[in-house]
């Protein structure tokens, strides 16, 4: 296949939506409603006259997000006027960074196949959001500036990405980090987290990079994976022919899997970059730097290594439970105040709990109906014997149902395994009376049927019975 | 009827009088609103008449006065505003097509203040277009007339907000100064105007040409009104991000205090060779009266003016290129009839819509911003920019305030300069470097011509120096009384 | 040797989105010629390693507090709305993709 005489050298542009309560550079709301231009006010209008202030929680937000990755804080920043003309950019200009960014280097470690990666960073920076167009058939667009002004941080990765399925990876990667960080909700499909891509290739083993092209307008996980794969083979397919890639910027088409040149014929880019005069430097002390460090959560791939390392969790289990911060934060608190190994807890989390709660975050929310400790103490009436873990199961279904805790449950309705030895010897006694020809047959050498009995003692009673205790008695009676 | 007493009033006076009641509001907003009824045909320096407004606000004072409540400092004041203030619910055209029929839904943070000091606005006052112009030639609408001599220019781009003050088509104004666009006009008219230092006062509202260089200020017939002005309008406003949090000085109080003691500076790159001999004659006679009222002359250098001109144009005109790119027909404005595509709509909206003098600024700033010539041009004017500012640095280490002309030259004619912009552009040669600085400057009167047109005396102070310009310029305006002249009512 | 040609003064004139006539290009392209020249002085002036002057304010940007205010009301946004449907802002068709944004 011709793609493999090359390599593929990649680099993502990841815009991510910062979740503050207001925009970047004005007060109006960030949530906002159905109707358009419901929620805009002079500065995000581009209206004649209006300033630009800086929202203190943006900054903040970035700032967690570089010490998360490792980037260096610069103590002093700027904005920078970036200039283009389209109908959703009010002021004809985006008011971002560009010679001095808040953050510069970091690297996003991830694990590729059970391997663990590291992509390197260029830099982050702040910048504001544009308005969103809407075409209909007719001749005409539609500009709704409610999204004007909401905060984007830019994370410009260096080229280290050398597949598709790493990119993709990458992705998820900052997913998880951003919504661990608790600073955006990361949602590709709704427009949180937005990723342009930079594809070349070269030959394996050469030092230059490739002409590159841009892909844009990657929509989800599954576009990243697909479009930079289309990317690759058209190139590869140039490339065989002797012929030169294009530097271009092409447009995604998900409906029909495929790139369109979105070159425009008239007018190259020149962004027409200048220091932002409305906004003087930003300065980041290193007691905010101080503060914000102290406020990190673990962070996803440290709790990978925790769950893994010192829990001895596979990778796979591990990977679901540190993949959102609120399961991880669910599994550390029922782990810990229970004494059943992690791996149970594990097992309960990922099987009962994941499948019954739909949106993991609702684990953090107060109306969750089995919070942590009530998991908690489920689990450990199983390792201690008094519920075996079908009836466990039950009584989880119940306590999500009603709102109950595992110990009400069992006390109100005598769930509790019967491990009273003189009760099931009766019953044990009982069956074996019933059922002579089985008995027969086992003695006989069929020592499946044990099993038969088993059953039967466990429906006498009602499933109740412990089994193991049921086990060892039938199989002195039998002989 | 009050019309004698009002005319030549100072705003202390007036606004003590509403105060005093011994005229209403009301009776002032009437005295201006039918002088600019009469008389505003000729001068040209109102783009709108707001009598309806005036007339109601002028009433609350009035009810104010009379429930015995405090109106403010400015009671009943009536006030003329730059139509490149943003005014809710009046239309703010900033001198421009473009914006014709834009009805903004917010109100500037200075015009607020006036307002809530009792002030009455009676109008938008014209304007270069954009604020880019020396003469009031530029407005779309129609030019100012000098009421010193109505075939001669106002000076601009404030050039409504001067001439309305000298022929008393209202008691003050406001205007913004980027280059010079206050005190030049202040200087060709006859009247105080003054540039305060760079966030002083809040550009909230105030429509931008240049971001870095726009400075809003005060315009009155006295340095005490243009005082009374500023500290209504100065301090922090939290709109603004280039606002200076430092609390506001006493400026009225520095008109009164003297300058005993204080160094004048004079330097010299403001009096070379060749200068117009009726404006040296003017502004030297001026320094040394300034000297025989007790302040020590000193003479100084700043040795990078000569690259004032130049640096300012590079600096402004990238500036402008990047705030006039929002004038697209989309959101607010002119918008072309037609347009076939988005490329078009922008191009004929913004062809159709702006004066010669934007175009060309745009064109210039445009260029001096490409990738390629950025460091070439921008980025070495902004280096020359801390050069120049640094001279001012310098100098205020030997002086507390510096005495230059404010103009090369009294109002010119009509039409005079159009031919050539260099030549316009070469006539802020006196005001803007302070502008690139930052710094406080006030022109006021200090004489005439033959012609008896007047000439402009420019106190230039440090960063946050308002005091001390108010001192000297206070102290110069008691020993005089040019201020007192005003022009014949146009016939 | 003119600083700028009639041709660089269109290509600007679209950068900027202006359209300009024959005779404005023409005319603009002298007046620019005279003042890129008298600005030569400033691009010829050495000034060593000074720092450019960005602001003319000492201080760092003032920070303000993630509290969302009331917005304009949907009339005001749009009340100089050249044209509008509804509450959008109407535009000639974009062509999807010809810009920046998605």
Redesign the interface.
């Known amino acids: 296949m011709s793609v493999d005489r090359y390599e593929a050298v990649i680099g993502l542009e990841v815009h991510v939506h910062l979740a503050?309560?207001?925009k970047i550079f004005s007060?109006?709301?960030?949530t906002f409603g159905e109707?358009?231009?419901?929620?805009?006010?002079?500065v995000c209008?581009?209206?004649?006259?209006?300033?630009?202030?800086?929202?203190?929680?943006?900054?903040d937000a970035a700032v967690r997000l570089g010490l998360a990755v490792g980037s260096h804080i610069r103590p002093?920043c700027?904005?920078a006027?970036k200039?283009?003309?389209?109908?959703?950019?009010?002021?004809?200009?985006q008011i971002s960074q560009y010679e001095e960014p808040l953050c510069e280097g970091g690297a996003v470690e991830f694990r590729l196949a059970g391997e663990a990666r590291t992509v390197r960073l260029t830099r982050i920076h702040l910048e504001d959001d544009?308005g969103?167009?809407?075409?209909d058939d007719?001749?005409?667009?539609?500009?709704?500036?409610n999204r004007a002004g909401v905060p984007l941080a830019e994370i410009v990765s260096e080229p280290d990405i050398r597949s598709s399925e790493e990119a993709a990876e990458y992705m998820r990667a900052l997913r998880t980090l951003v919504r661990t960080l608790g600073i955006s909700d990361g949602n590709m499909e709704e427009?949180s987290l937005?990723c342009d891509a930079n594809v070349s290739l070269r030959l394996h083993g050469a030092e230059k990079l490739g002409t590159k092209a841009e892909l844009?307008?990657i929509n989800s996980f599954k576009h990243v994976r697909e479009a930079i794969e289309h990317e690759i083979r058209r190139q590869a397919v140039i490339l065989d022919r002797g012929e030169a890639v294009v530097q271009e910027t092409r447009?995604w088409d998900p409906e029909r899997g495929l790139s369109?040149s979105?070159r425009?014929k008239?007018?190259a880019h020149?962004?027409?970059?200048?220091?932002e005069?409305?906004?003087?430097?930003?300065?980041v002390d290193q007691a905010w730097i101080d503060r914000a460090r102290a406020s990190l959560p673990e962070l996803p791939e440290k709790r990978f290594r925790r769950y893994t390392e010192t829990l001895g969790l596979s990778a796979q289990d591990a990977g679901v439970l540190a993949s959102e911060r609120e399961i991880a934060d669910y599994f550390d608190a029922a782990s810990k105040s229970c004494l059943a190994p992690a791996k149970k807890v594990a097992n309960w989390i990922i099987n009962e709990v994941l499948a019954r709660v739909g949106d993991p975050r609702a684990l953090a929310a107060a109306a969750l109906p089995v919070p942590a400790s009530a998991l908690a103490e489920l689990v450990d009436l199983v390792e201690r014997g008094t519920l075996s873990g079908k009836l466990a199961k039950d009584v989880f279904g119940r306590m999500w149902q009603e709102k109950r805790r595992a110990g009400d449950i069992v006390a109100s309705e005598s769930v509790a395994l019967v491990s009273d030895a003189g009760l099931i010897e009766e019953t044990c006694k009982k069956i074996v009376a019933a059922h002579p020809d089985e008995v027969a047959r086992f003695r006989a050498g069929q020592s499946k049927l044990l099993g038969f009995f088993v059953g039967k003692v466990m429906k006498e009673m009602a499933g109740k019975a412990d089994p193991k205790t049921a086990n060892e008695i039938l199989q002195k009676l039998l002989g | 009827m009050a019309s004698p007493q009002v005319k030549g009033a100072t705003i202390a006076e007036l606004a003590d009088g509403v105060r005093a009641r011994k005229w209403k509001a009301r009776e002032l907003v009437e005295f201006y609103l039918d002088r600019i009824a009469r008389l505003d045909g000729r001068l040209g320096c109102y783009l709108l008449v707001d009598a309806d407004g005036a007339r109601r606000r002028a009433d609350q004072v009035d009810a104010t006065v009379g429930a015995g409540r405090d109106p403010g400092l400015l009671a009943g004041v009536p006030i003329g505003l730059k139509d490149i203030f943003v005014t809710r619910g009046l239309e703010t055209t900033a001198g421009s097509k473009i914006l014709r029929g834009f009805v903004p839904p917010y109100e500037s943070t200075v015009s607020a203040r006036l307002a809530a000091a009792g002030a009455i606005a009676l109008g938008k006052l014209n304007m270069d277009e954009f604020a880019m112009g020396s003469s009031n030639e530029n407005s779309a609408f129609r030019p100012v007339h000098n009421p010193w001599d109505l075939e001669r220019v106002p000076g601009g781009s404030s050039g409504g907000s001067a001439a309305s003050v000298a022929a008393s088509l209202c008691a003050g104004s406001l205007g913004t100064d980027t280059g010079g666009s206050i005190r030049q006009p202040a200087s060709l008219c006859g009247v105080a105007g003054m540039k305060p230092t760079y966030g002083r006062v809040s550009r909230y509202g105030v429509i931008a040409f240049a971001s870095s260089l726009d400075h809003p200020g005060p315009f009155g017939r006295t340095v005490e009104d243009v005082a009374m002005l500023l500290e209504v309008i100065a301090g922090h406003d939290p709109c603004d991000a280039t606002s200076i949090p430092s609390p506001v000085g006493r400026y009225r109080q520095a008109c009164a205090a003297g300058l005993a003691g204080m160094r004048v500076g004079v330097p010299e790159e403001y009096f070379q060779a060749g200068m117009d001999p009726e404006v040296e004659a003017a502004v030297r006679g001026a320094i040394d009266e300034i000297a025989r009222a007790g302040a020590k002359l000193v003479p100084v250098s700043l040795p990078h003016t000569q690259y004032a001109v130049a640096t300012y144009y590079l600096v402004c005109t990238a500036e402008a290129s990047s705030n006039l790119a929002r004038y697209d027909g989309v959101r607010y404005g002119h918008r072309t009839a037609e347009a076939a595509s988005l490329d078009e709509l922008y191009s004929k909206t913004r062809g159709e819509g702006f004066g010669v003098e934007p175009k060309r600024r745009i064109i210039l700033g445009t260029y001096v911003l490409r990738s390629g010539y950025y460091e070439a041009y921008y980025g070495k004017a902004l280096r020359v920019r801390r050069k120049i500012a640094d001279d001012f640095r310098a100098v205020f280490d030997q002086c507390d305030v510096l005495a230059t002309p404010t103009s090369p030259t009294a109002a010119f004619k009509l039409g005079e300069r159009q031919a050539d912009p260099l030549q316009m552009y070469l006539a802020d040669i006196y005001t803007v470097a302070p502008a690139l600085a930052g710094v406080p400057a006030l022109s006021q009167c200090c004489g005439f011509t033959k012609g008896n047109l007047p000439i402009g005396l420019q106190i230039i102070g440090p960063p946050l120096g308002e005091e001390a310009v108010f001192r000297v310029a206070g102290e110069y305006q008691r020993h005089t009384d040019w201020h007192k002249r005003l022009p014949k009512d146009p016939s | 040797m003119p600083r700028i040609q009639p041709d660089e003064v269109r290509t600007i004139a679209t950068l900027a989105r202006l359209r300009l006539s024959p005779e404005e290009i023409e005319r603009m392209t002298h007046e620019l010629d005279a003042i890129l020249e008298y600005i030569d002085t400033v691009k010829n002036l050495d000034t060593g390693d000074t720092e450019p002057m960005t602001h003319a304010v000492p201080f760092d940007c003032p920070l303000r507090q993630d509290e969302p205010m009331p917005s304009l009301s949907v009339e005001d946004a749009l009340q100089n709305a050249p044209r509008r449907r509804d509450s959008f802002f109407e535009v000639p068709r974009i062509v999807p993709g010809s810009g920046e944004g998605s």
């Open positions: 503050s309560r207001s007060s109006s709301s960030t109707q358009p231009n419901s929620c805009t006010d002079p209008l581009g209206l004649p006259g209006a300033l630009p202030v800086l929202n203190r929680a943006v900054v002093r700027r904005f006027r200039h283009y003309f389209y109908p959703d950019l009010p002021k004809g200009f544009a969103k167009n809407i075409h007719s001749g005409v667009s539609f500009v709704d500036f427009g937005r844009k307008n447009l369109q979105m425009s008239e007018h020149d962004y027409r970059y200048f220091p005069p409305d906004l003087p430097p930003l300065a």
